[in-house]
């Protein structure tokens, strides 16, 4: 599967963005979608994830609340909307499609390329 993720940009403190996952060359549906960052210096991390149908939906402590994960399996799109951010939400987002519930990025076979989300202060 080819991931085409978009949407990032440069947001004040408490603004909002919305990023999108465009997937290509499988049955979308049969995958678990996630979103991972990586900020400078630090290691990749866990962000969301949502299974199949989109019933259920998993966030990291520090984004419940603001962060909400969707899909549109008839478009083949995952969505990230992101409000309240904060500067330390600064970082390169990618999405990442596995065919099980899993939050290491070890267990992810296909990434998107990364979408710059800075938070200015």
């Known amino acids: 599967v080819q991931l085409q993720a978009s949407g990032g940009g440069l947001v004040q403190s408490g603004g909002s963005l919305r990023l999108s996952c465009a997937a290509s060359g499988r049955t979308f549906g049969s995958d678990y979608m996630a979103w991972f960052r990586q900020a400078p210096g630090k290691e990749r991390e866990f962000v969301a994830l949502i299974t199949r149908t989109g019933s259920t939906t998993l966030y990291t402590d520090s984004v419940k609340g603001r962060f909400t994960s969707s899909r549109d399996n008839a478009k083949n799109t995952v969505y990230l909307q992101m409000n309240s951010l904060k500067p330390e939400d600064t970082a390169v987002y990618y999405c990442?499609?596995?065919?099980?519930?899993?939050?290491?990025?070890?267990?992810?076979?296909?990434w998107g390329q990364g979408t710059q989300v800075t938070v200015s202060s």
């Open positions: 990442a499609a596995t065919s099980y519930i899993t939050k290491s990025d070890k267990n992810y076979n296909y």
